[in-house]
């Protein structure tokens, strides 16, 4: 199984600390951001792990590639956007990526800018037993955080509804950017965009993707941050550094 790690965005809602350097790159708790995700995917041993960026930071990551000293089989992918306006998105990079590795699934896809202390081979195992698209889901445990966050409301494991940033939700489970396709979830990926459907998040999938497919999840306990902003990097750095 390949793993693909979502690194390509920009940041700027976290400038001036992401204007020279890539977000998945700053340091958290004395080591980038990207080794923290990268160690928490050892546990799943993918074949490859292909690191997905934008050609503005390229540099930054064939530099971290040479340093890196773990387990892994890293690879990389370099989308051709030097700035917010050229960028494809994470599921046009995430298109143009499963084409040029001739990906086919299954395929374990994590954000570079989550963190947490779950047990990812969970994920693997449910995929095991299913053989379906399976969605790493957190309760936030806060019906006004989850305003904040794409929404998942379950029955039995399965999700049957998503709404991204609800004013009203209908429940707390936040989806994470930890995400197990499979070989039938990519072929309704690559339906879904060459039907035209949005290219931006990864929402925007799960949302066409529930009602065409049971799509399940595996619902975490622990600690889980998606390092969005100022606020959420300065907390996850605390967390790391005890």
């Known amino acids: 199984m390949d793993s693909i790690v979502l690194a390509g965005g920009f940041a700027k809602r976290m400038w001036p600390l992401t204007k020279d350097t890539p977000k998945?790159?700053?340091?958290?708790?004395?080591?980038?951001?990207?080794?923290?995700?990268?160690?928490?995917?050892?546990?799943?041993?993918?074949?490859?792990?292909?690191?997905?960026?934008?050609?503005?930071f390229e540099s930054h990551f064939e530099d971290f590639l040479k340093s890196y000293d773990g387990p892994l089989n890293l690879e990389l992918f370099v989308e051709l956007s030097n700035n917010e306006e050229e960028k494809l998105g994470a599921l046009g990079a995430l298109n143009l990526l499963f084409s040029e590795f001739s990906i086919k699934g299954p395929v374990f896809i994590a954000g570079g800018d989550n963190l947490s202390n779950f047990n990812l081979n969970?994920?693997?195992?449910?995929?095991?037993?299913?053989?379906?698209?399976?969605?790493?889901?957190?309760?936030?445990?806060?019906?006004?955080?989850?305003?904040?966050?794409?929404?998942?409301?379950?029955?039995?494991?399965?999700?049957?509804?998503?709404?991204?940033?609800?004013?009203?939700?209908?429940?707390?489970?936040?989806?994470?950017?930890?995400?197990?396709?499979?070989?039938?979830?990519?072929?309704?990926f690559l339906d879904y965009i060459n039907s035209g459907g949005?290219?931006?998040?990864?929402?925007?999938?799960?949302?066409?993707?529930?009602?065409?497919?049971?799509?399940?999840?595996?619902?975490?306990?622990?600690?889980?941050?998606d390092i969005g902003d100022l606020e959420s990097y300065k907390i996850a750095q605390k967390w790391l550094s005890n």
């Open 24 to 56: 998945q790159l700053l340091d958290v708790a004395g080591k980038p951001m990207l080794t923290h995700v990268l160690k928490s995917l050892e546990r799943i041993n993918p074949e490859r792990v292909i690191i997905s960026v934008n050609s503005f």
């Open 122 to 188: 969970e994920m693997v195992e449910k995929y095991q037993r299913t053989k379906k698209d399976i969605i790493g889901l957190y309760d936030v445990e806060d019906i006004e955080l989850a305003k904040l966050y794409g929404i998942a409301k379950t029955i039995n494991e399965s999700i049957i509804a998503f709404d991204e940033k609800p004013s009203k939700p209908e429940s707390t489970l936040a989806a994470t950017a930890y995400w197990l396709l499979s070989e039938i979830g990519i072929t309704n």
């Open 198 to 225: 949005d290219r931006d998040a990864l929402g925007n999938f799960l949302n066409w993707n529930i009602k065409k497919a049971d799509v399940k999840s595996v619902s975490f306990q622990g600690v889980w941050y």
